[in-house]
């Protein structure tokens, strides 16, 4: 982690004057942390905390948790909760995997991960059939996160896949085959719902929706949740959507808090508590290929993403989520016992 990081971040609206409802990709402005009235000293106050939190552990799986994140849209945060919250488990303490399935290789750029033409990737493990740990990196900013990167020739996988054995289940054998501990493995998606997608829907068990707070956001989920149950039925029983987080929130408009009123009315118990802010600084980071966890870790961005993997790691092992406590009091399972601050012997 950079230790020159600016600790407070901006937390003041640099645009005053009344919010708009445009949608997209307007990144212009910061929206206010978690909390609404916090001045930018309580906002320090609470990276530290967080980060220090950090260092207290969450608890660790007992299985490595593979989490799709899907959503057909494009631009609607996958790339961008893919790996922020990749970053956050890490520095939670676990030990976290990301997989680009997206041409574009988006995440493996915010990561800090070279993925010209000529570096082995998923393509070659998906197509030629090369082992995952022949094409996995460590990214260098957080300790216990890799990378498995995309390259533009993963454009040409969804066509040359379909005469291939086996097509829809390559990369569940290929992690199947993977055998450094993993606490997490996050899959981010492209923005379509053919063959890789549905390489990664057989690969893993949870499915992690981002929703964007904006128009339409729930247009088109129906495709994506129907996909989901046609895989489960024929490929993958354990498949499941178990996560749904709320992006680019921004507080202000009422848009915003109606959407996430009926997402959470649609969605109920899966949406997560936490949902994370508009952030200019989230948007810069990808930039210096790096996650707003290293590249502004007080900034209410870098905030919310530590939250929400907070909030999935208890999740996961069935602990209740509380946002004002720390989890660690009054909780005694098996699981908090073992936590991913432990370490691990490898
Ligand atoms: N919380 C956020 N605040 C501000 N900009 C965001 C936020 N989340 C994502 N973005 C920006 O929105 C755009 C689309 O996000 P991205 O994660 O690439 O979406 P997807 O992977 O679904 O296509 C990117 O430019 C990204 O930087
Ligand atoms: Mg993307």
Redesign the pocket.
């Known amino acids: 982690m950079r230790s020159d990081a600016n600790i407070a971040g901006p937390m003041t609206d640099p645009v005053p004057g009344p919010r708009t409802e445009s949608a997209g990709?307007d990144?212009s402005r910061e929206t206010p942390p978690p909390m609404d009235d916090t001045p930018i000293g309580r906002a320090a106050q609470l990276a530290v905390e967080a980060l220090g939190r950090a260092g207290e552990g969450l608890p660790r799986p007992e299985q490595t948790r593979v989490m799709v994140v899907a959503?057909q849209?494009?631009?609607?945060?996958?790339?961008?909760?893919t790996v922020n919250l990749a970053a956050s488990l890490a520095l939670h303490g676990a030990r976290v995997l990301v997989i680009d399935l997206?041409p574009q290789g988006?995440a493996s750029t915010a990561l800090g991960i070279d993925h010209h033409a000529e570096v082995p990737s998923i393509y070659d493990v998906l197509v030629e059939s090369k082992p995952l740990s022949e094409v996995v990196q460590p990214v260098t900013d957080v300790e216990g996160l890799f990378c498995a990167p995309a390259t533009i020739d993963l454009a040409g996988a969804e066509i040359e896949l379909v005469s291939l054995v086996a097509r829809e289940s390559r990369l569940q054998k290929a992690i199947q085959g993977y055998e450094q501990p993993l606490d997490y493995i996050l899959i981010?998606c492209p923005?379509s719902l053919g063959l890789l997608t549905v390489n990664a829907l057989v690969a893993g068990a949870e499915v992690l929706i981002?929703i964007q707070c904006e128009y339409y956001a729930l247009e088109g989920l129906g495709q994506l949740l129907r996909n989901v149950d046609l895989v489960r039925g024929h490929l993958n029983p354990e498949l499941h959507v178990s996560t749904i987080l709320l992006?680019?929130y921004d507080g202000r408009t009422r848009l915003a808090s109606q959407v996430a009123d009926e997402v959470r009315s649609h969605f109920g118990g899966e949406v997560l508590r936490t949902s994370?802010?508009?952030?200019?600084r989230?948007?810069e980071a990808?930039s210096y290929g790096q996650t707003v966890l290293t590249y502004d870790p007080g900034s209410s961005?870098s905030l919310s993403y530590l939250e929400a993997a907070r909030e999935i790691a208890l999740r996961g092992v069935g602990v209740q989520y509380d946002p004002q406590h720390p989890h660690i009091a009054g909780q005694n399972t098996q699981q908090e016992q073992q936590s991913m601050s432990e370490g691990r012997s490898e």
């Open positions: 990709e990144v959503n849209k494009g631009g609607v945060g996958k790339t961008t909760t997206d988006n981010d923005p981002p992006t680019m994370i802010p508009r952030s200019v989230i948007s990808p961005g």
